[in-house]
């Protein structure tokens, strides 16, 4: 299809209802015009399917509106608990061209937000619009009330971390983006010092009754086709007439997977290195991959990353084999939890073989190691064989039951 189709939405109240048809509400045009898009956006972030996109982004909390930097008016203006940022720039899509501006545009805001320190971002939200268009102050102050969730000293660290580094999540908010993603790598390829990543995302909005104001049915939808690139990021720390050579991925390496997918996985990796030391991040990358090369995938999370094998008898579940943290720690007890039977059918046997190779690898370093107990990650590295043959007795008898699931008449 040319255009993209929504059908139209129906309210069910009961099994026997008639159902309520409900009728889409303009945006663009009033009085649902792009100021209250902003409005809608600033009192619900969690309208942004940031979890979906880069999980390490979330959960969102509004600092400003029309933030002022040398690139222009930020339109909304994020952060969350960990001290990362997002940016969403609201489009009323009305030609090609506008489109193309806007991704121009939010990719430039994050150029202009990376050469800042917490101190020029401090002071551009204090002179921020907000809400009842009057100056906003203390937008951040504020946050450091909850001490729990906001650390001062550490999210100040981690804000002026990101905004050198140019770590930022892009958000572009329209309503009915057709634009071709393809268009963005040219933006995106000419700003390869930053870390951004950038995502489009569209805002239907539904009425019960034609006219009305509320209530609303919402339906955020982030667009599906995205963009690979490979983009070399170099920090150069050298006196000058020095030359400087810069390596890209090969295509090997890219078919491997040993290139950055996601802006998370990457914070991730830092968060880890902060943590321990740049050594264990290396050594836990290569495990990472040997355990890709047993079939595993990855999901990502905030602050996790779980490896995962796919049912290979087509269930589409996926069993959690080992999580690990931003803190170096591994847990392994997820496929204990599970109800076998329910799933592919498999025996929980073999969960019970697994766990019995883990104890056996880990009865000399923990007394009484149980399925779910924290181990550290450098065991696993320094015992990276003995893991990985338990790994691989978790996955052959799945795989050889699927298969022989397949062979029955």
Same mark, same amino acid.
């Given at each position: ?29 009033p ?9 809608l ?29 040398n ?53 551009a ?35 002026? /971390?990101? =905004?050198?580094?140019?770590? &930022? ?5 329209g *309503?009915?983006?057709? $634009?071709?993603? !393809? ?6 390829q ?23 104001n ?9 667009i ?33 997977g040993?290139?950055? /997918?996601? =802006?998370?996985?990457?914070? &991730? ?5 902060? *943590?321990s030391?740049? $050594?264990?991040? !290396? ?32 269930s ?15 847990y ?10 329910e ?31 924290p181990?550290?990650v450098?065991?696993?590295?320094e ?7 338990c ?19």
């Open positions: 299809m040319e255009d993209r189709q929504h059908c139209t939405p129906l309210l069910l109240t009961d099994r026997n209802s008639k159902g309520q048809q409900l009728y889409q509400v303009p945006v663009g045009k009085p649902f015009n792009e100021a209250r898009l902003q409005e956006l600033a009192l619900h972030p969690e309208l942004l399917p940031v979890s979906e996109i880069e999980p390490a982004f979330s959960p969102l909390f509004f600092l400003g509106r029309e933030v002022p930097c690139a222009g008016s930020i339109d909304l203006f994020f952060t969350n608990p960990s001290g990362y940022m997002t940016i969403v720039e609201t489009k009323l899509w009305s030609n090609p061209e506008s489109r193309r501006q806007a991704v121009a545009q939010v990719v430039d805001y994050a150029t202009s937000l990376s050469n800042w320190n917490f101190d020029d971002l401090d002071n939200l204090k002179k921020a619009v907000g809400e009842d268009n009057k100056k906003a102050t203390n937008s951040i102050e504020r946050l450091f009330e909850d001490e729990e969730l906001f650390d001062q000293p550490s999210y100040i660290d981690s804000v002026s /971390r990101n =905004l050198s580094r140019g770590n &930022f999540l892009l958000i572009i908010v *309503n009915g983006i057709r $634009e071709d993603l !393809e268009r963005i790598a040219d933006y995106m000419k700003t390869p010092g930053l870390h951004y990543t950038l995502a489009l995302v569209e805002m239907n909005i539904y009425s019960l009754q034609e006219g009305s509320y209530p609303l049915y919402i339906q955020p939808r982030t599906a086709k995205t963009v690979e690139l490979v983009r070399a990021v170099v920090d150069i720390k050298a006196p000058p007439n020095i030359s400087v050579q810069v390596e890209v991925p090969s295509e090997e390496e890219i078919k491997k040993k290139t950055r /997918r996601k =802006l998370t996985e990457q914070i &991730f990796y830092d968060e880890l290195a902060n *943590n030391n740049e $050594e264990l991040k !290396e050594q836990l990358k290569d495990l990472m991959q040997s355990l890709y090369d047993l079939g595993l995938v990855s999901v990502w999370r905030s602050s996790s990353v779980s490896m995962r094998l796919p049912d290979p008898g087509g589409g579940y996926k069993f959690t084999v080992i999580v690990f943290t931003v803190s170096g720690s591994a392994t007890g997820w496929t204990s939890r599970i109800s076998w039977p799933y592919g059918g498999y025996d929980k046997e073999i969960a019970n073989d697994y766990h019995k190779c883990l104890e056996a690898l880990f009865n000399d370093k923990y007394e009484e190691y149980t399925p779910g107990d181990v550290p450098h065991i696993l590295i015992n990276k064989k003995d893991f990985l043959n790994v691989k007795g978790f996955i052959t008898p799945i795989i050889k039951a699927a298969e022989g699931k397949t062979e029955e008449p």
